[in-house]
């Protein structure tokens, strides 16, 4: 049970990320997600969670997730 409290939190706290970085503009958002040195790695995936939801359909093909995410980053230049 301790376990499942432990995954709980850690996703209640990186949903809380993605919503930190929803109201970010795509040029504040690329700039999270390429720097490295200052931004954790968890806050750069929230980042480039919200980043995938940018480009317009016709980049991202209305492919899975992963695939989605490739093509973002590839789009972007990150």
Do not use: C
Request: hydrophobic share 45%.
């Amino acid at each position: 049970m301790i376990e499942w409290n432990l995954v709980s939190l850690k996703r209640q706290l990186f949903f809380a990320l993605i919503r930190e970085t929803y109201p970010l503009q795509t040029a504040s958002l690329i700039a999270v997600v390429t720097n490295k040195a200052h931004y954790s790695p968890r806050y750069r995936a929230a980042a480039l969670r919200n980043l995938m939801h940018a480009p317009p359909l016709d980049v991202t093909r209305a492919r899975s997730f992963v695939e989605r995410r490739r093509i973002v980053r590839h789009h972007f230049g990150v």
